[in-house]
């Protein structure tokens, strides 16, 4: 199972399954990533958090334990 917060910078990705729970997995939905979207990797910060994706034609900060939630492919 490869997460989020192992891709590659510069990699573009598929979304296969988010995991946690309630507010947590809502908030990263209502961010617009979501089952088959694709996301691309665009920067990383030197102590890896957070990291840096395009999702939908926009920019998008994600925390280290929340890229962990979403697995990919």
Known sequence: MQTL?????????SVVKLHGEG?????????????????????VAP???PVE??????ELSLRKADAQMIEVQ
Do not use: C, P
């Not at 507010?23 to 920067?43: H, L, N, S």
């Open 53 to 58: 994706v395009t999702v939908r034609g926009y």
């Open 5 to 13: 917060k192992d891709v590659a910078v510069g990699k573009t990705v």
């Open 23 to 43: 507010a947590v997995k809502r908030r990263i939905m209502d961010m617009g990533i979501t089952k088959g979207t694709q996301v691309f990797v665009r920067k």
């Open 47 to 49: 102590l890896g958090d």
